[in-house]
């Protein structure tokens, strides 16, 4: 289904964003269209973290469906240190399929369901937050209108909140001791 990449990519940009005068803030965005299958992957990611991660001020998770630039207010109040966006993304994978997209192909890999492409809202938010951008991409089995997500984009979406609210859970942690 996964690889561990997109984990050991996230680590590694949590690991630069280490801040000695502030605990590290993550923004997590949930992308996607939610008539559309496993188009919705992303807020369905998004919806799994806000059950599970209590972040307080150095965490926030957006459900930003189709138009994740309508959320750069919030983002602007929170000042992020890396903003994670989540979307289903066309790799060519097997369905469910997890990477760790390069924000700089993100046209090449979007499923362009957005009402802003996500390469300009990525560049805006770089130049406008002075943020970093990860990119996580689920590669969708069917984007069929009113259609819910298929099991193994459903099982994708599970492991990826996992996974997430373990790392980030540990690295705001992590940070909060060391400033403490």
């Avoid at 502030?22 to 807020?43: F, K, Q, S």
């Avoid at 002075?130 to 298929?150: K, N, R, S, V, Y």
Wanted: hydrophobic content about 45%; glycine content about 8%; overall charge negative.
């Amino acid at each position: 289904m996964s690889n561990r990449s997109w984990q050991e990519s996230l680590g590694t940009q949590l690991d630069r964003r280490s801040r000695s005068d502030r605990p590290t803030r993550v923004a997590v965005m949930g992308i996607g269209h939610e008539l559309c299958g496993d188009d919705a992957v992303g807020v369905r990611v998004a919806e799994m973290l806000h059950a599970r991660l209590r972040g307080g001020e150095r965490l926030m998770v957006l459900t930003a469906g189709p138009a994740p630039e309508n959320f750069t207010s919030p983002l602007r109040r929170f000042q992020p240190d890396l903003v994670l966006l989540i979307d289903s993304a066309l790799m060519g994978d097997e369905p469910g399929a997890v990477r760790w997209l390069d924000p700089k192909d993100a046209q090449g890999f979007s499923a362009s369901t957005h009402t802003l492409p996500l390469d300009i809202l990525m560049s805006y938010l770089t130049a406008e937050l002075g943020c970093t951008i990860g990119l996580i991409g689920i590669q969708p089995e069917q984007t069929f209108a009113d259609a819910a997500l298929t099991p193994r984009v459903q099982a994708a979406a599970q492991e990826v909140a996992a996974a997430l609210d373990k790392r980030l859970t540990t690295a705001v942690q992590a940070a909060a001791d060391v400033l403490s």
